[in-house]
Nanobody, 125 residues
């Protein structure tokens, strides 16, 4: 049974850092596309970052240079290191897996079939 559980969210001041974790079970993270997504109140869910089976990463323009996606294959975890946080980064953050692809990962929400429950990040100015 596939399960994704996010953690690491919380309140933080602008300019601060957080590291989100996503514990995956029921499959191996390193052989599929995985991604982080976020949804702010009143806004559609959007892609933040993806990582493929070769470790290649993609980022939304809004987070490039500030966020880093990574995975720990031994622990079967996905991470999102978030630095220089801004109030506009405030959102619920979700991890998700795309079993149909293992490389050149897209950020299209419909490509990701399994999602975690989310972890809230709140950045104050």
């Amino acid at each position: 049974q596939v399960q994704l559980v996010e953690s690491g969210g919380g309140p933080v001041q602008a300019g601060g850092s957080l590291r989100l974790s996503c514990a995956a079970s029921g499959y191996t993270v390193s052989i599929h596309c995985m991604g982080w997504f976020r949804q702010a109140p009143g806004k559609p869910r959007e892609g933040v970052a993806t990582i493929d089976s070769d470790g290649r990463t993609t980022y939304a323009d809004s987070v490039k240079g500030r966020f880093t996606i990574s995975q720990d294959n031994a622990k079967n975890y996905l991470y999102l290191q978030m630095n220089s946080l801004k109030p506009e980064d405030t959102a619920m953050y979700y991890c998700a897996v795309n079993f149909a692809s293992s490389w050149l990962c897209s950020m299209a929400l419909n490509d990701y079939g399994y999602w975690g429950q989310g972890t809230q990040v709140t950045v104050s100015s």
